[in-house]
């Protein structure tokens, strides 16, 4: 278990500096470009994923519930992956699944309360007029963009031809990244990290 913690900690470690860094150096929409199809361009998600939102204030709160409710429940599944010795690997599955989860719950718990606005201004760690947000209400930082395919289709295709075409637009952090590493390999492993499968693969 000890091994999953670390991994965990590692991840959440890398998150929150990284988020933290751009916070305080970058404002929203501001970017730094590493290469041309590797940016860094701060973004910040309020809602569900591709900024999807829903119900206002409320539907936050719900969410930012259900997300403290899915962690505990996958903290809960690792531990009982672990006490029935489930192969090292469908574990960390998990683990990264776990970091990925309670990294970007802790923007949405606590950077509302932390942090000014980014709006044409590079927010402040603790400012004196309080945060942005109350509790609850933080927006997940997003910062990874990777823009590697632009140009535009050719005519002949219908519908789409003459558009323009960008691929990958989504911009993600390193929770988002965690959790669709640790999903690819729960369904590579998935057979491991059943309650019947587990037990009888159970190396114990």
Same mark, same amino acid.
């Given at each position: %278990?000890?091994?999953?913690?670390? /991994? ?6 890398? =998150? ?9 150096? %970058? %404002? ?10 590797? /940016? ?51 574990? /960390? ?82 929770? =988002? ?9 729960? /369904? ?17």
């Amino acid at each position: %278990m000890r091994q999953n913690l670390l /991994i965990v900690a590692l991840i959440l470690l890398a =998150d929150q500096a990284l988020k933290i860094w751009v916070k305080q150096t %970058m %404002m929203l929409g501001q970017e730094h470009r590493i290469t041309d199809w590797f /940016i860094l361009h701060f973004t910040e998600n309020p809602g569900m994923a591709f900024g999807l939102e829903w119900g206002g204030d409320v539907g936050k709160y719900l969410l930012t519930i259900f997300r403290i409710a899915a962690s505990v429940w996958i903290f809960t599944w690792l531990v009982k992956l672990n006490r029935n010795h489930v192969p090292a690997v469908a574990q /960390i599955s998990v683990a990264l699944v776990l970091a990925g989860a309670v990294g970007n719950l802790i923007d949405s718990l606590f950077y509302g309360l932390l942090f000014d606005h980014s709006y044409h201004q590079v927010a402040t760690l603790f400012p004196k007029g309080g945060g942005y947000a109350g509790f609850m209400l933080g927006h997940v930082v997003d910062m990874f963009y990777f823009p590697l395919i632009h140009t535009t289709l050719p005519d002949w295709i219908p519908f789409w031809g003459g558009k323009e075409f960008l691929f990958f637009q989504p911009i993600f952090n390193i929770a =988002d990244a965690s959790i669709t590493v640790g999903v690819g390999l729960m /369904i590579v492993y998935q057979r491991y990290l059943f309650e019947k499968n587990a037990q009888q693969h159970s190396v114990a």
